[in-house]
């Protein structure tokens, strides 16, 4: 074992080069560990699959390549635990590594740098490590999934209101509004899963921009780290931060996705609104007016979205300037990714926990959803189906019945037929079913619509897949 006191290897790496000790100032904003840190495990697994293809390429000898091999495990299971002492002179996760593969197994530690750069280390850990973060986000979106159809199976024959403008617009099945929910998180899972299709190509081997002279074989390197296949130009994979926009642009729809919920479902939550109870357990209380119960776990979810907006943001512009390829403006990078990551797997725990909180105000529902005229539309399909009328003739015969009926303060339900024929004489007995609210939802059978046996079969068709 080197003792580090008396090794020149206790230094910053360009020590030979550069002659003065580094600013306390400057080791402070050079010294990303405390941020990377995260990266030891990815960063571990590199280095071994590095040196097995140093050593298959005959670069380094088999003796070699155990001892590292030895002491990086031995290094994970030290950090792990715990009991590893990351020092901010050696600036970040792989030089730290590296210096304590000197003191586990002395010299020979300097062969696990050959042939490759910090450039390309940093990439290939980062994407592997986006490529994990990704499995963990999915994961938290399918209990989403399976949260809204758990609230849509229990809620197929609720009634409720469909809005526009928050207006009422069209009735429509509660368990439908739920599984709109899950249309927009598989669509998330969609995105991150392409972007771990997009990234997944092998850095490794590059070097620091150039590729190396060494006789390497980057092929077995990107089967050994899960990837497709090598990248294909040094310059630019150094350069490329793509795949981090990529990440940062999907956790930030996500979070735009868990905002638009979390207000919908404040708005449903208010005295005005009335539709939704929520558990104790997800609400607040007030320091000052004793009755009220808050929704504050949503105003949370809804405020974070501007962090994840923010960070999308902030790399777009650190990276807006730069010419290829590599520049220390980038190592802000993984700090952003984190954060942005961290805050989105909080915020997809605390939306899982509301909508298993959370039971629908049936009756308001049904209430809100038997105002303001909302089977006008049927009735202007039915003028069209059966009294041969374009839908524009239609739309206005309609527009004039529900002016009278605003006129007379009665819901069309409640208009007799003599009332109806003033208006339009073709109409009978029959057009009066057209206003129930049930009626209404089940004739939307179009594939997508809100019938209940579309619901159902839509239900059915998710649970299949899960």
């Not at 099945?173 to 771990?196: G, P, T, W």
Request: aromatic share 10%; hydrophobic share 35%.
């Amino acid at each position: 074992v080197i003792i580090m006191a008396k090794n020149k290897n206790n230094q910053a790496i360009w020590n030979t080069r550069i002659k003065k000790k580094a600013s306390t100032l400057f080791e402070k904003v050079g010294s990303s560990i405390d941020i990377d840190k995260r990266l030891y495990k990815e960063d571990i697994l590199g280095s071994i699959a590095h040196v097995e293809m140093l050593f298959k390429q005959k670069i380094i000898s088999f003796k070699v390549k155990n001892k590292i091999i030895y002491g990086l495990q031995k290094i994970e299971k030290q950090i792990s635990k715990n009991n590893f002492e990351f020092n901010k002179k050696y600036e970040d996760i792989h030089m730290n590594i590296e210096k304590k593969l000197f003191q586990i197994i002395g010299d020979e530690a300097g062969y696990i740098h050959t042939a490759r750069s910090r450039n390309d280390q940093v990439i290939t850990d980062f994407k592997m490590w986006i490529r994990s973060a990704t499995k963990k986000i999915n994961t938290n979106l399918e209990k989403i999934v399976r949260s809204s159809i758990k609230l849509a199976e229990k809620n197929i024959e609720t009634v409720m209101p469909g809005f526009t403008h928050l207006k009422n617009a069209q009735p429509i099945s509660l368990a439908h509004y739920f599984m709109a929910y899950v249309e927009i998180f598989r669509r998330d899972q969609k995105r991150f899963i392409n972007n771990v299709e997009i990234l997944n190509e092998c850095p490794l081997g590059v070097a620091a921009l150039s590729g190396t002279s060494f006789n390497i074989d980057r092929y077995y390197t990107s089967k050994k780290l899960g990837f497709n296949n090598p990248t294909n130009n040094s310059i630019d994979t150094v350069s490329d931060r793509d795949f981090v926009l990529d990440f940062l642009y999907s956790v930030s729809v996500c979070s735009m996705h868990i905002s638009r919920i979390a207000e919908e479902l404040i708005i449903w939550y208010s005295d005005g609104f009335n539709l939704i109870h929520l558990s104790d357990k997800v609400v607040t209380g007030s320091s000052i007016m004793p009755q009220k119960k808050n929704p504050d776990l949503l105003e949370y979810l809804r405020g974070k979205s501007g962090i994840t907006f923010g960070n999308l943001f902030s790399m777009l512009t650190i990276l807006k300037g730069l010419p290829l390829s590599y520049f220390k403006d980038m190592q802000d990078d993984k700090e952003i990714v984190f954060r942005s990551h961290d805050t989105l797997i909080n915020c997809l725990n605390i939306l899982d926990e509301i909508l298993k909180n959370l039971s629908p105000n049936k009756k308001r529902m049904f209430e809100l959803a038997d105002t303001g005229y909302i089977t006008a539309t049927d009735l202007a399909d039915y003028l069209v189906k059966n009294h041969k009328m374009s839908f524009r003739n239609a739309y206005q015969k309609t527009a004039e019945i529900v002016n009278f009926a605003e006129k007379k303060k009665k819901k069309l339900k409640e208009l007799t037929i003599e009332e109806l024929k003033k208006i339009e004489p073709k109409l009978t007995h029959e057009v009066l079913k057209i206003f129930d609210l049930k009626n209404s939802i089940n004739s939307k059978k179009s594939y997508g619509g809100t019938s209940f046996e579309n619901v159902k079969k839509m239900i059915s068709n998710y649970k299949k897949k899960q």
